[in-house]
């Protein structure tokens, strides 16, 4: 492993932390500006990234689907990860705004991700692709901003399909109480359980393609042409 490899490693590790420990405080951050004080008071606004990594999410998946396959010799696998969520009483947020506000708060995470995407794409468009001659410096912070565009782009992906306990099921399952389609959210609170098997699921499967790796190519494309 040369030193390029470990800085592509590093660039992705602290990439992953400002995508997953950022989407995580923006959903306590809108729960908050509807009166939620419940992420606020426990100190999960913090950036601090100790109080948001969580082994599984943010340490193991990470290494399963990524540096491992590195690490072995192969190319760079799918990186993927999450913090651990910040707590949210959604009782309060319904209460103070509404079922549109519970939307919010649901989507609150991957606007931050694709915000983060469309300023790293921009960003990576006007820099010139490090050569040998260039220094460490300059190397490190092109890998990551191309982590930061990729990991972005995977987590608002992956988080706006309809996956139990996902925010694209979560938007789903308040949009359907909007307007009164009780049974919508009934299954989605009853899935959400096993939301984490879908998920594998997709990973290790073919599905991993049509459903991910298509829209992110899509997205991908449209941000940097």
Known sequence: MNSIDLLEIAAAIVALLIAIIGHEIMHGWVAYKYGDHTAKSQ???????????DLFGSILVPLMTYFIPMLLGASSGFLFGWAKPVPVNTYTV???????????????????????????????????????????????????????????VILAVFNLLPIPGFDGAHFIAYLSLKYKIHAVAEFFAKAEPYGMIVIIIILVTPLKIPLVMWPIEAVLHLLLN
Do not use: W
């Not at 519970?102 to 606007?111: E, H, K, N, R, T």
């Open 43 to 53: 100190g999960r606004l913090s950036i601090n990234p100790i109080i948001h990594i």
């Open 94 to 152: 319904i209460r103070n705004g509404g079922y549109n506000a519970a939307m919010q708060v649901s989507l609150a995470g991957i606007v931050y991700n694709v915000f983060l995407a469309t300023l790293s794409s921009t960003l990576l468009l006007s820099l010139a692709q490090p050569t040998e001659a260039d220094g460490l410096a300059y190397i490190f912070s092109y890998l990551f901003i191309m982590k930061l565009l990729l990991i972005n």
